[in-house]
Every structure is written in structure tokens, then in C-alpha cells.
T-cell receptor, first 114, second 114 residues
Framework: NAGVTQTPKFQVLKTGQSMTLQCAQDMNHNSMYWYRQDPGMGLRLIYYSASEGTTDKGEVPNGYNVSRLNKREFSLRLESAAPSQTSVYFC?????????????FGPGTRLTVT | AQSVTQPDIHITVSEGASLELRCNYSYGATPYLFWYVQSPGQGLQLLLKYFSGDTLVQGIKGFEAEFKRSQSSFNLRKPSVHWSDAAEYFCAVGGVQGAQKLVFGQGTRLTINP
């Protein structure tokens, strides 16, 4: 039982390049989330998926797209990376789709955009 | 707007001393409250949660937290810290703006003096 896994762990991009961050969970959870973490700002929600087939914007969605590929996988795409997207990205999942429950986090992806 | 405030950005305590990390939230209804810990270079791990019932909740690693509705607070405590407790601690509130989403505080970084 690996929990929540993320790939890659580290990535360096040039401004304007694109990439996809991958996330998978093996806990049969319904809801999945993407956050970014910046110093002094805590975690901010980018997008979330309450259940397979649905996605919704969070607090900071601009510049990102997501795909809930199936119940296990939730990817985050940067179409044209900008230096402001330099951050640590965390994927999380939770069991409930209809109410709050604890979220389980992956190890993170550290992204640098130059 | 719903929010979470952790007033202390950085706290230093001596090993063996007691610890209290502060968390204040702003939310109109009964909140769902969480404390997470993040060790350097790692993802977030759930320490404890409050949904309802007894306002003093016990968590892992010897931590506890007390929900005080009158003060809109959910402070984290530990009677005697260990060097391994050095980490960043995040308070989060759920039940806001959508059933599954959490809003995180800015985090408190804990340093332990030997």
C-alpha cells in the first residue's frame, strides 16, 4: 500500500515549456486535490476532484489544467510554465466525496521554472 | 471569508519543554479542524482532527489539541518535546466553500534546542 505517489520528485523547466505532474493513490479514495506550497503562504488549493469525472477550481487555478484520468489518477498540467509557478506541488486524496475527511498527502514535486 | 491564522511563524523551544502552537479560524458554522506536520522535504502527515464531540482530542506522537468555540481556536500542545518534533506544523479547517476542501494556515516552524 503505497498511499499517494507523485512523479517526478524534482523538475526544472524553462519559461514557456510545458509539463504534467502525475499523481496516483491506491486507497480507493473518491476525492483528489492539487496544492502548491510557497514559503510563508501555507498550502493553496489549485484544483480538486470530488469524484471520478468531476473537477473544480480551487483558490489559485490560473495557469494550470487537470485531468482525473480514473479513480486512481489525477494529473496537473502546466501548459506554458512561468517563474511564478516555481513551487512545491502536493497531491492529496480523501475518502469522502460528500463531506470533509482527512486528506492524505504525497511526497511532493519540487518545480523550478527559470 | 473563511480563514485560518497561525500567529507564530517560528517557535524555538528546548528539548523536554512543553509546547503550544496557536491556531485561530474564522468560520460561521461548526468547523472540521486538523493539525498536520511536515518534516523537511516530506509531505504532510495528519497529527489529529476534530469533527465533533469531546473538545480535547488526542493525536499521534503525544500531541493533543483543544477546540475552543468561544475563542475560535484549536491550539496544539505537547507536554515534552523531542528533537524529532522539529518540523513545520499546519492547522487546517474544513467545511468551507465546498464539502471536501480544506483551508490551511501559513504554518509554524518549530525548532528544538538541545
Amino acid at each position: 500500500n503505497a498511499g499517494v505517489t507523485q512523479t517526478p520528485k524534482f523538475q526544472v523547466l524553462k519559461t514557456g515549456q510545458s509539463m504534467t505532474l502525475q499523481c496516483a493513490q491506491d486507497m480507493n479514495h473518491n476525492s483528489m486535490y492539487w496544492y502548491r506550497q510557497d514559503p510563508g503562504m501555507g498550502l493553496r488549493l489549485i484544483y480538486y476532484s470530488a469524484s471520478e469525472g468531476t473537477t473544480d477550481k480551487g483558490e489559485v487555478p490560473n495557469g494550470y489544467n487537470v485531468s482525473r484520468l480514473n479513480k486512481r489518477e489525477f494529473s496537473l498540467r502546466l501548459e506554458s510554465a512561468a517563474p511564478s509557478q516555481t513551487s512545491v506541488y502536493f497531491c492529496a486524496s480523501s475518502s469522502r466525496r460528500d463531506r470533509v475527511s482527512e486528506q492524505y498527502f504525497g511526497p511532493g514535486t519540487r518545480l523550478t521554472v527559470t | 471569508a473563511q480563514s485560518v491564522t497561525q500567529p507564530d511563524i517560528h517557535i524555538t523551544v528546548s528539548e523536554g519543554a512543553s509546547l503550544e502552537l496557536r491556531c485561530n479560524y474564522s468560520y460561521g458554522a461548526t468547523p472540521y479542524l486538523f493539525w498536520y506536520v511536515q518534516s523537511p522535504g516530506q509531505g504532510l502527515q495528519l497529527l489529529l482532527k476534530y469533527f465533533s464531540g469531546d473538545t480535547l482530542v488526542q493525536g499521534i506522537k503525544g500531541f493533543e489539541a483543544e477546540f475552543k468555540r468561544s475563542q475560535s481556536s484549536f491550539n496544539l500542545r505537547k507536554p515534552s518535546v523531542h528533537w524529532s518534533d522539529a518540523a513545520e506544523y499546519f492547522c487546517a479547517v474544513g467545511g468551507v466553500q465546498g464539502a471536501q476542501k480544506l483551508v490551511f494556515g501559513q504554518g509554524t516552524r518549530l525548532t528544538i534546542n538541545p
